[in-house]
T-cell receptor, first 114, second 113 residues
């Protein structure tokens, strides 16, 4: 394991459901990230948190709502999603947000919207 | 927005051969990183090379960076079946992207025994 744990691993939800993705890291990192990975497309950065403060919202639709209660936990709350939101959602962490830190990724949540 | 583009999109080699993939990017960077992703899993950090560095090694991996050409290469020597994965370059843009990595679409590498 990488030290970044994402739950659940798989999620199937209807377009009217509300669900949450969870990410937890035990690495003592202070920056956390959400990325979306769709088939045949580059990873898309969604949100960045540095020391619990949101520093990036990459024009993500409001049906995705992040929450970072502390430096170790990151959530992505989902509601009224569309089928095109089906993707692998990856959480990552780094020592802090800065130019010389590599990311540690979780294994992802495979989301299917039906 | 995508910054790096990997080439080739796919690469098929036999065990023991070397695998080389390239990454081109558009704007000035603080650093460039390479990651590996096994099918359906998270990405694993391989190497970070800073903009003032030209070459780095890690085990069987060799990364070069040419900032004048805005390109990087990843060489895997003596490949193994376990190297089968997708490889991504990621860039940290120098301008206003402080610590936010932009990933390319990846090179899919298949190593056959």
């Amino acid at each position: 394991e990488t030290g970044v744990t994402q739950t659940p691993r798989h999620l199937v939800m209807g377009m009217t459901n509300k669900k949450s993705l969870k990410c937890e890291q035990h690495l003592g990192h202070n920056a956390m990230y959400w990325y979306k990975q769709s088939a045949k497309k580059p990873l898309e950065l969604m949100f960045v948190y540095n020391f619990k403060e949101q520093t990036e919202n990459n024009s993500v639709p409001s049906r995705f709502s992040p929450e970072c209660p502390n430096s170790s936990h990151l959530f992505l709350h989902l509601h009224t999603l569309q089928p095109e939101d089906s993707a692998l959602y990856l959480c990552a962490s780094s020592q802090e947000q800065g130019p010389y830190f590599g990311y540690t990724f979780g294994s992802g949540t495979r989301l299917t919207v039906v | 927005s995508q910054q790096g583009e990997e080439d080739p999109q796919a690469l098929s080699i036999q065990e023991g051969e070397n695998a080389t993939m390239n990454c081109s990017y558009k704007t000035s960077i603080n650093n460039l990183q390479w990651y590996r992703q096994n099918s359906g899993r998270g990405l694993v950090h391989l190497i970070l090379i800073r903009s003032n560095e030209r070459e780095k090694h890690s085990g069987r991996l060799r990364v070069t960076l040419d900032t004048s050409k805005k390109s990087s290469s990843l060489l895997i020597t003596a490949s193994r079946a376990a190297d089968t994965a997708s490889y991504f370059c990621a860039t940290d843009e120098a301008a206003d992207s402080w610590g936010k990595l932009q990933f390319g679409a990846g090179t899919q590498v298949v190593v056959t025994p």
